[in-house]
């Protein structure tokens, strides 16, 4: 049995209110992060019909040719990048995106630094840390995180959000939520994004302010 997007959001939405509830926070403290990445704009337009605002993509050329006409019918979307930049895009990335969540080398900081001056935008941004310390994966050491988040606001002059992490497939995501909360905190960053459709309401329960869930609205990716 399939169930509607619109139907799945819904779903999303009353889960989110459980955890928060059981969490004893505020549900409209947590934003969900609607993540369309690989689903055409006919696929996304039920969704934004169904009142969702905020939406996630991981590359900035797909967004860059998706998100305009959306964007014009729907003025009020936020458009979030939650997939490693490149320092090249940096430019698209901040003319297209209302928050970034892969800051994680001073290159990037840097060409966003450039850009947001250049263009007199400032999306949101987060630091993305490799909790589970993979080889293959972006984000910034936990061990260095610390250093970084200075170096992005004392030399690169940028605002830092708060931090996001992308736990390894294979290990529960609870130590890695608690690990980038404890960074979080003693940097005195509030947002973190953390929490995808097998994992949302743990992170929820351990602190997540913005979550980014895919599957669980639009069904499996082809
Ligand atoms: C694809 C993706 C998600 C959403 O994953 P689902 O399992 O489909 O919810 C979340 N975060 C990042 C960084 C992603 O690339």
């Not at 947590?30 to 993509?57: C, H, W």
């Not at 690169?156 to 130590?175: K, N, S, T, V, W």
């Amino acid at each position: 049995m399939t169930t509607s997007s619109d139907e799945n959001l819904a779903a999303v939405r009353a889960t989110i209110a459980r955890a928060a509830k059981t969490a004893g926070r505020d549900p409209a403290a947590i934003t969900l992060i609607a993540v369309s990445k690989t689903f055409a704009a006919d696929r996304i337009r039920p969704v934004i019909a169904a009142g969702q605002r905020v939406f996630g993509e991981n590359r900035v050329q797909e967004a860059k040719e998706k998100w305009p006409a959306p964007k014009a019918e729907t003025p009020d979307l936020d458009l979030h990048l939650i997939g490693p930049l490149q320092s090249n895009k940096a430019r698209d990335a901040v003319q297209l995106f209302d928050a970034i969540h892969t800051v994680d080398r001073d290159k990037i900081a840097a060409a966003l630094a450039a850009e947001i001056a250049r263009i007199g935008r400032k999306p949101q941004l987060f630091v993305q840390v490799n909790t589970g310390e993979e080889p293959q994966k972006a984000g910034i050491a936990p061990a260095e995180a610390d250093q970084f988040i200075a170096r992005c606001r004392d030399e690169h002059g940028l605002d830092i959000a708060g931090l996001m992490c992308l736990p390894p497939f294979d290990e529960a995501p609870g130590p890695h939520f608690a690990l980038l909360a404890k960074i979080a905190a003693r940097n005195g960053l509030k947002n973190l994004s953390m929490g995808m459709s097998a994992d949302f309401e743990a992170a929820i329960l351990l602190g997540a302010t913005h979550i980014r869930v895919g599957s669980a609205i639009f069904g499996a990716r082809g």
